[in-house]
Nanobody
Framework: VQLQASGGGLVQPGGSLRLSCAAS????????MGWYRQAPGKQRDLVAD???????HYADYVKGRFTISRDNAKNTVYLQMNNLKPEDTAVYYC?????????WGQGTLVTVSS
């Protein structure tokens, strides 16, 4: 199983990015999937998750700014990030939202800086 996150980059505060997570070797459609992030020196945190039925949950600090979605036909999960802040700088990963995890991919780096 491989999870490939992409779409990161350098963006100015207030900007937007759309992350994608494509899976190979596993059918994600029935899994609750999540986007996680890990800033330097900090633990990896779950920022958003989406069920197979598309119910979503968000960490308080991204509510109203981030939107998680999925396209089961493409076996892909997305994270639309708007109004980005410097504190959103981190490596972003996708994976199951527990209780067990698929192999962690390399993640995609998001840097928010002027």
């Amino acid at each position: 199983v491989q999870l490939q996150a992409s779409g990161g980059g350098l963006v100015q505060p207030g900007g937007s990015l759309r992350l994608s997570c494509a899976a190979s070797g596993a059918n994600l459609s029935l899994l609750r999937m999540g986007w996680y992030r890990q800033a330097p020196g900090k633990q990896r945190d779950l920022v958003a998750d989406i069920s197979g039925g598309r119910a979503t949950h968000y960490a308080d600090y991204v509510k109203g700014r981030f939107t998680i979605s999925r396209d089961n036909a493409k076996n892909t999960v997305y994270l639309q990030m708007n109004n980005l802040k410097p504190e959103d700088t981190a490596v972003y990963y996708c994976n199951r939202a527990g209780p067990t995890f698929l192999n962690w991919g390399q993640g995609t780096l998001v840097t928010v800086s002027s």
